[in-house]
């Protein structure tokens, strides 16, 4: 079994050049459990991964990258991966809109309470809510969301509902309505987009069933109307955000410094910084990589700027790792499938089993690999 792995592993291994520093493959091939069992079955778990490995010299930042499986014509549900994108579009639009800023109290039409960006864009980082995502929803608008992302040529990104409501694809927006003073309200604009066109992907319709209204239809899952965010472009989110000189200027996101910084500082939250429970919301509750599998506080040398999804079985990550300690950075992006049973809408996934501790246990063997070999 191990000759074989290791046979699969050399001919679907790709990166950017032949180079004996392969901490990805290094990982992958690990006779940890958590990598071994996922690696012997890799069509059931459908994984994808993207590395890049940074390098600081006084006038320079060097990327390195390794890939595995990275396909972005096969479909898989990116869950709350999406709110990172969306995040960031909010920020721009809201450092030029006169009407609001981070701290404007405003609500979107039919909520009962005022919020704030600033509240919600920390919320969406340090628990994933889904409500906060859907009021961005509303601001930005779906037509304005996409078209912006095409224009930083990301690659294959469709963004096209709202999460966990029933009103998910309505095509037209909600107003928000803003607090101008104590007494004055000022209502937006709804925007009516354009209708959802079908995604024509690889695998996009999958599993057995699935259950709708509580009636399991063995049938397949469509998924062709879903949000499609897949690992090459979230990657490439990630690198312009924290690394924007690497890129032309219409590829950067267009926010000043104080709105990064804020961005920034958001990504990095735990959720016992905006008082959640620890006992429930833990360091790692939303950072899989290296720490998803224990409910321990995350040292305070190790930085973890990032965004999870997960939903149908499907989890992803997207980290930008700094561990000032050791003096190693780098940025990385895995998504699994864990659906043993081929069944969507019945909440027994493997999340807990398989997919969160191979996540763990990817992050802390390239994380090992890094530190060893940092300075050869």
Do not use: W
């Not at 409501?165 to 000022?186: H, V």
């Not at 899952?221 to 219409?250: C, G, T, W």
């Not at 910084?261 to 790692?284: C, E, G, H, I």
């Amino acid at each position: 079994m191990r000759s074989c792995l290791l046979l699969v592993l050399m001919l679907i291994f790709s990166c950017a050049e032949e180079s004996e520093f392969d901490p990805l493959q290094a990982a992958l091939a690990s006779d940890n459990r958590s990598i071994q069992r996922v690696m012997d079955s890799l069509e059931q778990y459908e994984v994808q991964i993207k590395l890049t490995t940074i390098s600081r010299s006084p006038d320079s930042v060097v990327f390195d990258e390794f890939q595995f499986q990275l396909n972005d014509s096969m479909y898989f549900y990116p869950a709350s991966s999406v709110k990172f994108p969306v995040a960031i579009l909010a920020l721009e639009k809201l450092q030029k809109d006169s009407r609001l800023d981070l701290d404007t109290p405003f609500f979107v039409e039919g909520d009962s309470s005022f919020t704030t960006m600033r509240s919600d864009i920390r919320d969406i980082f340090a628990v994933s809510s889904n409500d906060t995502f859907n009021r961005l929803f509303e601001y930005l608008g779906k037509d304005s969301i996409n078209n912006r992302l095409e224009s930083k040529d990301l690659g294959k990104i469709r963004i096209s509902h709202r999460l966990s409501t029933s009103d998910a694809f309505d095509l037209t927006t909600r107003p928000l309505i803003i607090q101008i003073s104590d007494s004055t309200l000022f209502n937006t604009e709804p925007s009516i987009n354009q209708p959802i066109r079908s995604l024509e992907l690889e695998g996009i319709t999958k599993g057995r069933g699935y259950y709708s209204d509580d009636e399991l239809v063995l049938e397949p899952m469509d998924f062709s109307e879903r949000n499609y965010l897949p690992v090459s472009s979230l990657h490439a989110i990630m690198q312009r955000v924290f690394f924007p000189n690497k890129f032309s200027a219409h590829k950067r996101f267009d926010l000043d410094s104080s709105h990064m910084t804020f961005l920034k500082q958001s990504m990095a939250l735990y959720p016992r910084d905006l008082d959640y429970d620890p006992v429930n919301y833990y360091d790692s509750y939303g950072k899989f990589f290296i720490y998803g599998d224990s409910k321990e506080p995350i040292p305070d040398y190790i930085k973890i700027y990032n965004k999870v999804g997960y939903a149908y079985g499907y989890l992803t990550d997207c980290a930008y790792i700094v561990d000032s300690k050791q003096q190693i950075e780098y940025i990385l992006t895995a998504t699994i499938h864990v659906n043993r049973n081929r069944i969507f809408n019945d909440d027994a996934y493997e999340y807990d089993e398989i997919g969160i501790p191979f996540l763990a246990q990817l992050g802390r063997e390239i994380h090992e690999y890094l530190i060893l070999n940092s300075n050869n």
